[in-house]
């Protein structure tokens, strides 16, 4: 496959910050997701420190801090806490009453492909996604989940750019074998309505 049939992973993903992070052109913040993802993992997996208590803990802290700072400021003359005013735009708001809507949009349509329609393709591809998320989840809880999902994220997207002529050679392969069975499959749902009708006109 040449050149001309390349597709820019980073285009993709974005082309912002997290598609440089994701592609490790942003090495720093690429190390600094990896290391911190790792360091939550080992704290409340492998450590047994419950994740609730830790950020009940850590706010606790931080309000405490806040509020003598704030009182030996005026006592002592002193700047205020630098707490930034957190003012969400209603343009931000609307980007992201957009996003939810097109997800949820999608899922309605594969919704409707599958109850409406019928379409045999959407069933098997959403049976098989839900069953391997339950089969993989069933070997580890949430958090390791979460966890295998950054380092997948910070992978996958990697890897298939370097080297995304090989992939899409197997994938091409992937692709003509599903379509075959897909077709085959068809055919024989096809033909269970057809024998079903020949049977009530005998």
Do not use: C
């Not at 997996?45 to 405490?64: D, M, P, Q, S």
């Not at 910070?154 to 379509?179: C, G, H, W």
């Amino acid at each position: 496959m040449g050149d001309y049939g390349r597709i820019s992973v980073h285009d993709a993903l974005g082309g912002g910050a997290v598609a440089d992070i994701l592609l490790w052109r942003n090495v720093y913040g690429g190390g600094v997701v990896l290391i911190v993802s790792t360091i939550f993992w080992f704290l409340f997996e492998r450590g047994g420190y419950n994740i609730v208590a830790f950020v009940a803990n850590n706010l606790l802290l931080l309000v405490v801090i806040l509020f003598f700072w704030a009182k030996s400021a005026t006592l002592l003359n002193r700047p205020l806490p630098p707490i930034p005013e957190l003012d969400i735009s209603e343009e931000s708001v609307l980007i992201a009453a957009d996003e939810m809507q097109v997800w949820i949009d999608n899922a309605f349509s594969v919704a409707h492909d599958i109850a409406i329609s019928g379409n045999l393709k959407t069933l098997i591809a959403v049976v098989s996604s839900l069953w391997l998320i339950s089969y993989v989840g069933s070997f580890f809880n949430f958090l390791t989940l979460i966890y295998i999902g950054v380092l997948l994220s910070l992978s996958m997207p990697f890897l298939y750019d370097k080297f995304q002529a090989q992939v899409d050679e197997k994938l091409v392969i992937v692709r003509k074998v599903t379509n075959f069975i897909f077709r085959k499959a068809d055919i024989v749902l096809q033909m269970i309505p057809l024998t079903h009708n020949k049977q009530k006109t005998q």
